[in-house]
């Protein structure tokens, strides 16, 4: 679709584009095209997307995945991505089949949903599918739908987002600059993410006030590293990054994980000054860090 069909359908139903729900439209034929190649869709595909607006997206993912699952939390734009599939239109929590056996729609909030119920095999008896998930992300909403995603890491072979691009190159930044942190460290640990390419507002209807960025991450086999307490492990980063401009020590201290006479020790076990700053830590030293201070804990407790 293009500008004019989009505020064509919103005229017609007297109203606007929700910004509270991120409804920003892709416009641009050519990025379906690059989102397609990075994908990499196949017949052995069933693509979860996310956010399918009025199908546009949905339309050509059909014509390459084994299944597509198209969900919408709106009930506008659920009601006529059904009335274009051929589905009903009576908003439903279950799984609505269309006229095009490929296509089925869910009127559903993501972050509500729980995807287990679609990541499942459709047809049981056959070879499993690959679950992959395609979407153009509601920015104010992106992090935590990455969180939930990312949580699936065993069941999912990829995903394609588009997101704000700040968000974006944070996920991929490396250590020591300003865009470096905690949610860079928690993707790269269940996934590889890549920035395929960046879309400025006018890709967009309504156009958005920042540039967009396409991203794929592909879910490991195994984390990046390997800790000994994932929860020790995110716990450490997080605090480390809530005051990222304090010394690493200073931060932990604070942040009540352990005493200053446990880090020092730690500190000095794996040869990381004290004074370093969060920013300059990789994922390896972080995964380090935690598991010196998982130790030091089970000898302190006894466990």
């Known amino acids: 679709m293009n500008h004019q069909q989009i505020r064509a359908f919103f005229a017609l139903n007297h109203t606007r584009p929700k910004k509270k729900l991120g409804q920003n439209f892709l416009v641009n034929p050519e990025a ?7 994908g990499a869709v196949t017949a052995h595909d069933t693509v979860i997307e996310i956010g399918a607006g009025l199908g546009c997206l949905t ?12 969900i919408e939390v709106d009930e506008l734009l659920y009601n006529a991505l059904a009335t274009h599939f051929g589905a009903t239109c009576e908003p439903t929590l279950a799984l609505q089949k269309s006229t095009n056996p ?6 559903a909030d993501v972050l509500k949903l729980e995807l287990n119920s679609l990541l499942v095999d459709g047809n ?6 690959t679950f992959k998930v395609i979407a153009n992300l509601p920015y ?9 995603l ?3 890491h065993k069941q999912i072979h990829s995903c394609v987002l588009m997101m704000q691009k700040e968000v974006a190159e944070r996920i991929v930044a490396g250590p020591g600059g300003k865009d470096y942190g905690a949610l860079t460290i928690g993707v790269a640990y269940r996934a ?8 400025s507002p006018e890709n967009f209807y309504p156009a958005p006030k920042v540039d967009s960025a396409l991203l794929k991450l592909e879910m490991r086999e195994t984390p990046k590293v390997a800790v000994e307490s994932e929860e020790l492990f995110f716990q450490v980063v997080r605090t ?10 200073n931060a932990l201290v604070r942040g009540g994980l352990a005493s200053g006479e446990v880090l020092a020790a730690a500190f000095k076990e794996l040869g990381i000054a004290p004074q370093r700053r969060a920013e300059t830590l990789d994922i390896t030293e972080f995964a380090a860090l935690a598991n010196c201070l998982s130790q030091s804990i089970s000898a302190k407790t006894g466990v």
């Open 59 to 70: 339309e050509v993912l059909a014509r390459h995945a084994e299944r597509v699952i198209a």
């Open 192 to 199: 590889e993410a890549t920035l395929i390419a960046t879309l």
């Open 32 to 38: 379906l095209k690059i989102i397609l190649e990075a």
């Open 102 to 107: 490929r296509v089925q729609l869910l009127n």
């Open 140 to 148: 104010n909403i992106t992090t935590p739908i990455l969180w939930k």
């Open 240 to 249: 480390a990054f809530r005051t990222r401009r304090k010394m690493l020590k």
């Open 150 to 152: 990312l949580a699936h």
């Open 124 to 129: 049981p008896g056959t070879v499993p599918p």
